[in-house]
């Protein structure tokens, strides 16, 4: 009521590498507020990521199994109800693209419909002026069909 002009039904969010995760994660466990998610680089199961920052963080895992499995995406892809594009690059040395990867692929099994988007030879971030804008074309051109604005 503080915002009448914004429409509640249609919530997106986007994000990159650490952002790319929240952007994941608050759409499979969120449903009822955010509609459609584009997650760029995203960590989806951090036993995968650099242990010297993620063990700072969550511990080692075999230490900590809950820990990890909790903060972990891959269990939640049978949670999908909104739209989900996952950009990952396939030369990616940070967060590795067998992290989208294994989300597409357990959203497949769980059967549940997104995007993906690997970009060959494309690191982390891509460098190239052009393939950026396009990039971001491609989401703007996502998030109107999921949320059904023209």
Avoid: C
């Avoid at 503080?2 to 590498?17: N, Q």
């Avoid at 419909?113 to 996502?142: I, K, W, Y």
């Amino acid at each position: 009521a503080e915002h009448p002009f914004l429409d509640l039904t249609k919530v997106a969010i986007r994000g990159w590498s650490y952002g790319g995760f929240l952007a994941a994660l608050a759409v499979l466990r969120r449903p009822e507020v955010f509609h459609a998610a584009i997650a760029g680089a995203p960590v989806t199961d951090w036993r995968l990521y650099d242990t010297h920052y993620t063990e700072r963080y969550l511990g080692h895992p075999g230490d900590q199994p809950g820990v990890y499995q909790a903060n972990s995406l891959i269990d939640d892809a049978p949670n999908l109800r909104g739209e989900l594009m996952i950009i990952h690059g396939l030369a990616d040395d940070n967060v590795v693209a067998a992290h989208g990867l294994r989300l597409s692929s357990a959203l497949l099994a769980a059967g549940r419909r997104h995007v993906m988007l690997p970009l060959s030879g494309v690191t982390h971030m891509t460098p190239q002026e052009q393939v950026a804008e396009n990039l971001l074309l491609l989401q703007v051109d996502f998030l109107k069909r999921a949320l059904h604005v023209s």
